[in-house]
C-alpha cells in the first residue's frame, strides 16, 4: 500500500483504492468532461517526461496561471513528481504584482489558461528574462500548447521511463513543493516555500474535519487552486477518493452544485454571505402568510444552538417544523445532498454559522495561513467541536501559544521553510524558538477551541490612547442587508469612523418600495433619504458596541472593492493602506469637514 509522504502519492494511492472512470470533471461549453484515473496517470507521467526531455532538473521552478480545471493536478503532479517547483499564481492580480512574482520566483516556463490570460501575460513574459517559454493549457491558434511537452515526452518514452523512476524515488519529503506568494495587505507578496511534508501533513491533520465525507462523494472546486486553502482541500478530496468537478466559472456555482448534487465545497465567508442575503431577499417577495412562515424560520434558526442539552423539546419542534417547511428549500436550492462546507480566510459572521446548521447544513470555520499550509484549527462537524464565533479546535499536532500582547504562535510539521529569498522577513516570522508569529490575536480555552480577536497590525489607537479592534465592528455592520462592505478607520484620531459601500441590490429594491428616484449609484448615495436610511441603520448596531468602537461618522462609496480593483488581496482581505490612500479626500472630510 502507498504510504502518502509526498503530495503525488496521492495519486498513486488513488489507483490503488479509487480506479475511477470519473474521477475529475469539469463543465465545458455546456457538457461535464471527465478524466479516469488511468487518463490523470497518463497525463501526469506524460509532462514529466517532456519536463525530462526539455532538461528540467529538480528543484526547478515553473509557473501557472489558471482557473480551477483537471489539467491542473496534470501540471501540479506532472513537475512535483520529478522534483521542480509549481509556482502558483492568481488569475486576479495586477500587472506589478504579475512582474513581481514571475522574475523573483526564478520560474522558467510559464502556463496559462487561455487566449485572455495569454494576451494579458504575453508582454510581461517578453520582459522577463528568466522566462523561456510561454504556453497555454486551451488552443490557442500560433500560441504553444502545453500537451506539445506531454508529446514530447511521449516521443522519449522508452529512453526516459527509468529516469522518470529515478527522478520520482529521489523526492523527499522535505524538498520544496511550491512557492505561494502571499501579498497579505501591504507590498509586494512574499514567496512561501511549502514542502511537501507541510501539506502532507496538514491535509492527513485535516481528515478528522471531514469524517462525514465518504468514498464517492462530489465536491465542488471554485475558489481558486492558487488559494492554500482549496489546493490542500483538492488534495484531500482525492485522498479520500472523492469526485472532484470544477465548476464552470464563479457564475455558475448554484447551478452546478444542484446539477452535481453537491456533498462539500470550500468557500470564503463571502460567498456564504451573497446566498444568505439572496435567500433572504427572495424570502422578502413572498406574499403575506408565506412570507411569515418564512421569517418565523429565520428567527428560529437564529436561536439554534450546537449543543443538543442546551435545546429544550419545544424549540426542537419549531426546529424539525421549520427545516420540513422552509429551510428543506435551503438545502434544495444548494442540491439537496450537501454533508459540510469549510469557510476560511476570513470571518465568518456567526450568526451565518448558526442559522445555516439550523438548516441541517454544517459550516465549519477553519483558521490558518499560507505559512502554514494552512490549517491551524477548525470547528468539528459535531459538539463540542464546534463553537460559533471560534475558528474550532486546534489539533494535537500543531503547538499553539498565546503570547503575551495575546498574539498566537504556532509550530508544527505544517509550518513553512521560510520566505523565498528573504531571510530578514523568515527571522521576523519565525522566532529562534521556532514560533510562528501569525500577526493574529486570539484565545486558546481549556479545550483547545481557538478564537480570533483582531489582526494584531489591524488594532488602532485613537488620539485619546484608546484601542479599536476594526475586524469586530466590521463582522457587525456586515450582518446589515444595507451593507455589502466596510472598512472601519480612525488611527491617531478622535473617533471611529467608517467607509461603506452599500449592498446596491438591496439598495436598489429599497428605493423602488420608498419611491426614491436616482441616476446612478454616484447620485444614490447623496439622497438625503438613502443617507438618513444608512444613519438609522448605523445608530442600531452601534447600541451593540462598546462607546470606543461605536461608528460616529461614515461616508458611503460607489464602487465595490475587488481583487481586480487593486482594492483587496486575492482572499478578499481589505487592502487598508490602499483604501486609505484612494479615499483621502473622504477621510479628510470625516476628520476635517464640518
Request: glycine share 6%; net charge neutral; aromatic share 10%.
Amino acid at each position: 500500500m502507498t504510504k502518502i509522504t509526498r503530495t503525488f502519492d496521492i495519486l498513486a494511492n488513488a489507483e490503488e483504492k479509487y480506479n475511477y472512470d470519473d474521477f475529475l470533471l469539469i463543465k465545458r461549453n455546456g457538457k461535464w468532461e471527465s478524466y479516469s484515473t488511468a487518463e490523470y496517470r497518463k497525463y501526469v507521467d506524460e509532462f514529466s517526461l517532456g519536463l525530462l526531455a526539455m532538461g528540467f532538473k529538480k528543484g526547478d521552478k515553473i509557473a501557472t496561471v489558471t482557473n480551477n480545471r483537471p489539467e491542473w493536478n496534470f501540471i501540479d503532479f506532472g513537475m512535483s513528481q520529478i522534483g521542480c517547483v509549481h509556482v502558483c499564481i492568481y488569475p486576479t492580480i495586477s500587472e506589478t504584482e504579475y512582474r513581481h512574482i514571475l522574475s523573483h520566483s526564478d520560474a522558467k516556463i510559464l502556463l496559462v489558461a487561455n487566449r485572455e490570460l495569454y494576451e494579458k501575460l504575453n508582454p510581461i513574459f517578453d520582459e522577463t528574462d528568466n522566462l523561456k517559454e510561454i504556453y497555454t493549457i486551451e488552443e490557442v491558434e500560433s500560441v504553444k500548447n502545453w500537451k506539445e511537452i506531454c508529446q514530447l515526452g511521449t516521443s522519449k518514452e522508452e529512453e526516459l521511463l527509468p529516469v522518470l523512476d529515478k527522478r520520482r524515488n529521489d523526492v523527499q519529503p522535505d524538498d520544496l513543493l511550491t512557492l505561494i506568494y502571499t501579498s497579505g495587505t501591504t507590498g509586494l507578496s512574499k514567496g512561501v516555500m511549502l514542502t511537501h511534508k507541510n501539506v502532507v501533513s496538514n491535509l492527513l491533520m485535516a481528515a478528522q474535519f471531514a469524517e462525514y465525507l465518504k468514498v464517492g462523494d462530489r465536491a465542488l472546486s471554485f475558489l481558486p487552486l492558487s488559494h492554500v486553502l482549496e489546493r490542500t482541500g483538492n488534495y484531500l478530496w482525492q485522498t479520500k477518493g472523492l469526485k472532484i468537478y470544477y465548476a464552470e466559472s464563479i457564475d455558475t456555482i448554484g447551478e452546478n452544485m444542484k446539477e452535481i448534487k453537491v456533498n462539500t465545497f470550500i468557500t470564503v465567508p463571502r460567498v456564504f454571505e451573497k446566498v444568505y442575503d439572496k435567500i433572504i431577499n427572495k424570502g422578502r417577495e413572498l406574499p403575506g402568510l408565506k412570507k411569515a412562515i418564512f421569517f418565523w424560520a429565520v428567527r428560529v434558526g437564529n436561536q439554534y444552538n450546537p449543543n443538543p442539552k442546551k435545546r429544550s423539546s419545544w424549540y426542537n419542534w419549531k426546529l424539525s417544523l421549520a427545516n420540513k417547511l422552509i429551510f428543506s428549500k435551503w438545502r434544495e436550492a444548494l442540491g439537496g445532498e450537501l454533508k459540510g462546507v469549510i469557510s476560511g480566510g476570513a470571518a465568518l459572521q456567526p450568526r451565518l454559522a448558526r442559522i445555516f446548521w439550523a438548516a441541517n447544513i454544517i459550516v465549519q470555520e477553519g483558521y490558518g495561513l499560507t505559512e502554514t499550509s494552512p490549517v491551524i484549527s477548525a470547528n468539528k462537524p459535531y459538539f463540542p467541536g464546534v463553537r460559533f464565533g471560534s475558528v474550532g479546535v486546534v489539533p494535537e499536532e500543531i503547538d499553539i501559544k498565546i503570547a503575551e500582547d495575546g498574539e498566537i504562535l504556532a509550530k508544527g510539521d505544517n509550518l513553512m521553510k521560510g520566505y523565498y529569498k528573504n531571510q530578514e522577513l523568515t527571522k521576523k516570522a519565525i522566532d529562534k524558538e521556532g514560533w510562528f508569529h501569525t500577526g493574529d490575536i486570539g484565545v486558546l480555552d481549556e479545550n483547545r477551541i481557538l478564537t480570533i480577536t483582531d489582526r494584531k497590525k489591524e488594532i488602532f489607537k485613537l488620539s485619546g490612547g484608546k484601542y479599536v479592534a476594526p475586524q469586530q465592528i466590521e463582522n457587525k455592520f456586515k450582518e446589515s442587508q444595507f451593507i455589502d462592505q466596510i472598512m472601519v478607520i480612525g488611527e491617531n484620531e478622535k473617533f471611529t469612523a467608517a467607509l461603506i459601500v452599500p449592498d446596491f441590490v438591496f439598495l436598489h429594491n429599497w428605493c423602488f418600495i420608498h419611491k426614491v428616484k436616482f441616476e446612478d449609484n454616484t447620485d444614490l448615495i447623496k439622497h438625503p433619504k438613502v443617507v438618513a436610511r444608512y444613519q438609522e441603520e448605523v445608530n442600531k448596531l452601534n447600541e451593540q458596541l462598546g462607546q470606543v468602537s461605536k461608528i460616529k461618522v461614515f461616508e458611503l462609496v460607489s464602487e465595490s472593492w475587488t481583487p481586480e480593483s487593486g482594492d483587496l488581496s486575492p482572499t478578499q482581505k481589505l487592502k487598508r493602506k490602499v483604501l486609505m490612500k484612494k479615499y483621502q479626500h473622504l477621510v479628510e472630510e470625516i476628520y476635517r469637514g464640518n
